[in-house]
């Protein structure tokens, strides 16, 4: 792994996320995307090499509202850079970490994206990510 690529935070309202965040930080997010497949909007903040990526739920089943609803509002995940996110799954893997995605798949911000379960992590949600291009 390469670095801290970004912390995921949930929040209720990605507007509200946004104006409070940008009060906080002094800059707009560069970037606000919504993955479909993940029923998620995000928008991320970059200060230096460091990200913040704000994650609004879009219907009620998303990763983000159950997790809103069991934990409220808060720190959602870290992600880390990799070069090779598929070498990285098999060796994290065959290291007995819990894999959630088999495959990589298109995240956020033109990333190859991956989690592994936070009960093999000591409660962390750990992304994994690789540059798209
Ligand atoms: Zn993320």
Sequence with gaps: MNKVEHIGIAVKSLDAGNALYEKLFGIPPYKIETVASEGVNTS??????????LLEATNPDSAIARFIEKRGEGVHHIAYAVTDIKAELKRLKAEGFEVINEEPKAGADNKWVAFLHPKSTKGVLIELCQDRD
């Design 44 to 53: 991320f903040f970059k200060m230096g090499d460091s990200k913040i990526e």
